[in-house]
T-cell receptor, first 115, second 112 residues
Framework: EPEVTQTPSHQVTQMGQEVILRCVPI?????FYWYRQILGQKVEFLVS????????KSEIFDDQFSVERPDGSNFTLKIRSTKLEDSAMYFC?????????????FGPGTRLLVL | AQTVTQSQPEMSVQEAETVTLSCTYD???????LFWYKQPPSRQMILVIR??????QNATENRFSVNFQKAAKSFSLKISDSQLGDTAMYFC?????????FGTGTRLQVFP
């Protein structure tokens, strides 16, 4: 069964550094998402992406964040200058909106720790 | 704005018993989708079950079923014949206009 994959599984970085989190969505999916979950808290929507542009973004997704689909398979989240409060689990998700009617399938997550 | 409320931070159940997790939501929309996701200690988000708001019939997936009460804006999850592997955080989520809105989760512990 096709899966969403994410790399790396864990990332430790220094405050102020740039990080890029990578995702490979399910191959026939066209809609992509990033969510984050601060430890012990609920999962929060960051951004949705379709047809090479952002469809919607939350207030968390400020100018420090950007997303890109650099090729036909990868979907990336970049944090330009990390802050301590960016420490969280970051989930990528995708769906195709045709056969599975808005069901989003999640990757295993990247655990980001900012020191 | 839509909100999702899970009023039970923690629940426990004995193996083979049945447990129900509660979820309520608030929306002015008429057409939407509701989901339950499971998050085991590995923290991966696993889809458990989905419900389309325009369908009156409650969704069922093996041991998992929902009680969807649209008028009451309630969407509870029933786990029958609980297994040790069901131990996890369970998140209720509302989908409308391109994003999922999650509740705060219920931590379920299944005891032998």
């Amino acid at each position: 069964e096709p899966e969403v994959t994410q790399t790396p599984s864990h990332q430790v970085t220094q405050m102020g550094q740039e990080v890029i989190l990578r995702c490979v969505p399910i191959s026939n999916h066209l809609y992509f998402y990033w969510y984050r979950q601060i430890l012990g808290q609920k999962v929060e929507f960051l951004v949705s992406f379709y047809n090479n542009e952002i469809s919607e973004k939350s207030e968390i997704f400020d100018d420090q964040f950007s997303v890109e689909r650099p090729d036909g398979s990868n979907f990336t989240l970049k944090i330009r200058s990390t802050k301590l409060e960016d420490s969280a689990m970051y989930f990528c998700a995708s769906n195709d909106r045709s056969s599975h009617k808005e069901t989003q399938y999640f990757g295993p997550g990247t655990r980001l720790l900012v020191l | 704005a839509q909100t999702v409320t899970q009023s039970q931070p923690e629940m426990s159940v004995q193996e083979a018993e049945t447990v129900t997790l509660s979820c309520t939501y608030d929306t002015s929309e008429n057409n939407y989708y509701l989901f339950w996701y499971k998050q085991p200690p590995s923290r991966q988000m696993i889809l458990v079950i989905r419900q389309e708001a325009y369908k009156q019939q409650n969704a069922t997936e093996n041991r998992f079923s929902v009680n969807f009460q649209k008028a009451a804006k309630s969407f509870s999850l029933k786990i029958s014949d609980s297994q040790l592997g069901d131990t996890a955080m369970y998140f209720c989520a509302f989908y409308n206009t391109d994003k999922l809105i999650f509740g705060t989760g219920t931590r379920l512990q299944v005891f032998p």
